[in-house]
């Protein structure tokens, strides 16, 4: 777990020294829009890349949680963020938050909810505690979620803080010893 938190965190300095380096220099940031364009958004094209706070929120994740939160942070951030999304963007009609709607964190919860569930069932010993922690798992990633509704990018802030609320729950729902 930390060799992987410092590969990853490698990989987050890069990322960061590479967007400030083309923020700087416009011929460093026509080579990597012409080679990265096509996976870019047109923020990051303009702005910093998501990369480096992807890579950052996992290897925070890596470093800072016991390996099963570690791992169901960074499982929120690989499905949750992009579902929220998804379902955000093409049903979202009741906004909550800029830019988000009750329809995004909604699907943000039942993926979260349901991501802890199984994971939970083929890692823990069955009980109730797991059906109470995957549910407020659910709503610790949901929410982690809608924090980037203030700017901040939430590559970041859904493994940093569904891992730090995952922890805290878990002192409480005692599901991972």
Do not use: W
């Not at 929220?84 to 938050?97: A, E, H, N, Q, W």
């Amino acid at each position: 777990q930390q060799l992987g938190g410092v590969i990853v965190l490698a990989i987050a300095l890069s990322g960061f020294v590479i967007d400030i380096t083309r923020a700087r220099f416009p011929m460093i940031n026509h080579v990597v829009i012409k080679v990265m364009g096509p996976l870019m958004r047109r923020s990051e094209k303009e702005g910093m890349s998501g990369l480096p706070f992807y890579a950052l929120g996992v290897s925070i994740s890596l470093f800072s949680y016991q390996r099963d939160i570690a791992i169901l942070s960074v499982m929120f951030l690989v499905f949750s963020d992009p579902l929220s999304s998804f379902f955000g963007v093409l049903y979202g009609k009741d906004k909550i938050l800029p830019n988000k709607s009750l329809q995004g964190a909604v699907a943000g919860f039942f993926v979260c909810y349901l991501i802890t569930l199984f994971y939970t069932m083929n890692h823990v010993t069955l009980g109730n505690h797991i059906l109470i922690f995957a549910v407020l798992a659910g709503f610790i990633g949901a929410l982690s979620e809608l924090v980037s509704a203030f700017n901040v990018d939430d590559n970041l802030t859904i493994p940093v803080l569904s891992g730090l609320g995952m922890t805290v729950l878990n002192h409480f729902v005692n599901v991972f010893p």
